[in-house]
């Protein structure tokens, strides 16, 4: 079974932290998302990878950068952890444009906590 | 931009009602929509993938419909049971180019018994 892997699903950090959340997908899959999920604001796009090296910002990068120096892993930093950035964050992987598939698999997400 | 609507927002059932949950797109020229169960604290387990060619998808008790014309899609639920509790999310790729989807915010559901 495909999997997309987010190695925490609970974490609590301290404000000025520099967190890393990591994100491992097994299906040779082109493109990686990172997602913020908070009550009443939906899915918001914080980054995305289309290949290897390649970032492309999302809706909203502000106090993130992400790394992707390998194709199946994606990476998502927090620079310097903020309390307005306890959120859920979820991971997500795609092939890139094919007629056969196209569809999004997701991680189980992390539970971001900043104290 | 495109926009993706789902109502409601939340809906509460009786447990064995068959029931219908909506989501609307403001743009037509779509690659593919997918439907996804979010449990709470959980990431997004995908459910039903319809691409723009097809009209419909089944798995099990689920049936997703995609009418583009309309800018709509249903996802059908028979014979609903406590366990299809969760918030349903639908998401659009729209053709183009863009490999980013468009996510609507969800429809909560709550079945009891």
């Known amino acids: 079974d495909v999997k997309v892997t987010q190695s925490s699903r609970y974490l609590v950090k301290r404000t000025g932290e520099k967190v890393f959340l990591e994100c491992v997908q097994d299906?040779?899959?082109?493109?990686m998302f990172w997602y913020r999920q908070d009550p009443g604001l939906g899915l918001r796009l914080i980054y995305f990878?289309?290949?290897?090296?390649?970032?492309e910002k999302g809706d909203i990068p502000e106090g993130y950068s992400v790394s992707r120096e390998k194709k199946e892993r994606f990476s998502l930093i927090l620079e310097s952890a903020s309390t307005n950035q306890t959120s859920m964050y979820l991971c997500?992987?795609?092939?890139?444009?094919?007629?056969?598939?196209?569809?999004?698999?997701f991680g189980s997400g992390t539970r971001l906590t900043v104290v | 931009k495109q926009e993706v609507t789902q109502i409601p927002a939340a809906l509460s059932v009786p447990e064995g009602e068959n029931l219908v949950l909506n989501c609307s797109f403001t743009d037509s020229a779509i690659y593919n929509l997918q439907w996804f169960r979010q449990d709470p604290g959980k990431g997004l387990t995908s459910l039903l993938l319809i691409q723009s060619s097809q009209r419909e998808q089944t798995s099990g008790r689920l049936n997703a419909s995609l009418d583009k014309s309309s800018g709509r899609s249903t996802l059908y639920i028979a014979a609903s049971q406590p366990g299809d509790s969760a918030t349903y999310l639908c998401a659009v790729k729209e053709s183009g180019g863009s490999y980013i989807p468009t996510f609507g915010r969800g429809t909560s559901l709550i079945v009891h018994p």
């Open positions: 299906m040779d899959h082109e493109n």
């Open positions: 997500a992987s795609s092939l890139w444009r094919t007629p056969s598939s196209g569809g999004y698999t």
């Open positions: 990878s289309y290949d290897v090296k390649m970032k």
